[in-house]
Nanobody, 115 residues
């Protein structure tokens, strides 16, 4: 059974930083492109960043230069370092494969950025 468990969210002031982690189990983690997604209230879930099995990364325009995605295959974990946070980054953040698998969604971790 696949489990993706996100952690590291919280409440932070604008301009602050957070580092999210996602621990995966039940999949051959190292072969998958992994992504961080987010869903703000009243909006659709969107892809924030992804990292390939080889370490190549892609970012949504809204987070380029502020967020960094990375992975540690030995720990089956993907990270999202978020700097210069803005109120519009407030959302529940999820990890999943890319493309995502519907059954893999976890509970997510809430990130709230105050102005």
């Amino acid at each position: 059974q696949v489990q993706l468990v996100e952690s590291g969210g919280g409440l932070v002031q604008a301009g602050g930083s957070l580092k999210l982690s996602c621990a995966a189990s039940g999949i051959n983690f190292r072969i998958y492109t992994m992504g961080w997604y987010r869903q703000a209230p009243g909006k659709q879930r969107e892809l924030v960043a992804d990292v390939s099995s080889g370490g190549s990364t892609n970012y949504a325009d809204s987070v380029k230069g502020r967020f960094t995605i990375s992975r540690e295959n030995a720990r089956n974990t993907v990270y999202l370092q978020m700097n210069s946070l803005r109120p519009e980054d407030t959302a529940v953040y999820y990890c999943n494969t890319r493309p995502f698998v519907r059954d893999y969604w976890g509970q997510g971790t809430q990130v709230t950025v105050s102005s």
